[in-house]
């Protein structure tokens, strides 16, 4: 079933659990989220950063997974992450996306308001869902700017404010996570959560969360967190499994069989994050 995320995400937040949304770089991760999806009977999110689209297209994109998502029982949404413009956006609506995300958090205040409201009224018009960031989320997302330096979280008074002006249907918030491989423990700060989720109805989204301990991760839902990002972890296990039999097989030349082992890697590590999540059955 090929769906957008509103209800998706409503549904998680009513039931206190949340959807991962899997970041996809082509047509093995597509099918190796999807599979694992269809395995633990869970609703699922595939989405896409502008460095990806740039590789294939949105076209390329919208073809594969609404071809997954026609073909499985369980509900499949494809999503647009880090909309790097309005332009960027409304191409992902036209091609066929079912949400967007646009990331105003590396201008003002003011700015990302502007931005973000922007793109609210094209969505609200075909009732798509748009999520937006507020806050800072560390490290570096695909080929966009390096975070660092600057204060991570998102003000729950401004976050207020934020969606009151915009009307996006979800929220990113800056609460301690980073993009990127970790360079020590991370920590996810539940206190400025617990905050925020009190000024706040619509769901919230925690990005940056391959690496995260499962316990922060259950906690942070448990406070209000609907839609969990995963991406690093996910092309790590493909690599791995993909050199791995390389590897052993140096004289191979057919590359499904190497890749067949990377889609296995990735489906056992959504599997597992979807039990986390609380997803699993949920579908």
């Known amino acids: 079933m090929f ?21 996809v770089e082509n047509l093995e991760f597509v099918m190796a989220v999807v599979a694992a999806a269809q395995e633990k009977n869970s609703p699922v999110i595939l989405q896409t950063t502008p460095g990806s689209v740039k590789y294939a297209s949105l076209d390329y994109f919208v073809a594969m997974v609404r071809t997954a998502a026609e073909a499985a029982s369980v509900p499949v949404a494809l999503h647009l992450d880090h909309g790097d413009g309005f332009d960027r956006c409304v191409q992902a609506i036209r091609a066929g996306y079912t949400s ?35 806050g800072k989320v560390g490290g570096k997302e695909d080929d966009g700017p390096m975070v660092a330096g600057e204060n991570p979280y998102t003000d729950p008074y401004e976050a207020e404010e934020f969606v009151a002006r915009t009307h ?3 929220l990113a918030v800056g609460v301690g996570t980073a993009h990127g491989v970790y360079h020590g423990t991370p920590h996810i700060e539940q206190g400025v959560l617990k905050a925020i989720r009190s000024r706040l109805e619509i769901p919230l989204v925690l990005h940056g969360t391959s690496g995260v301990p499962d316990d922060q991760v259950a906690e942070a839902i448990r406070n209000g967190v609907c839609k969990v990002n995963y991406a690093t972890e996910l092309r790590q296990a493909y690599s791995k499994g993909y050199m791995d039999y390389m590897a052993s097989n140096p004289a ?20 597992a994050h979807m039990d986390n999540l609380g997803s699993t059955n949920k579908a």
């Open 3 to 23: 769906v957008d995320t509103k209800h998706m995400l409503l549904d998680a937040q009513a039931g206190h659990y949340a959807v991962g949304a899997f970041n």
């Open 100 to 134: 967007v995300m646009i990331d105003g958090s590396h201008v003002s205040f003011e700015d990302n308001i502007a931005l973000t409201a922007s793109v609210t009224r094209i969505a609200q018009a075909i009732n798509l869902p748009v999520e937006a960031e507020l």
């Open 168 to 170: 996006c249907t979800s």
């Open 252 to 271: 191979n030349f057919d590359p499904k069989k190497p890749a067949a082992l990377g889609m296995e890697n990735i489906k056992a590590v959504v599997m």
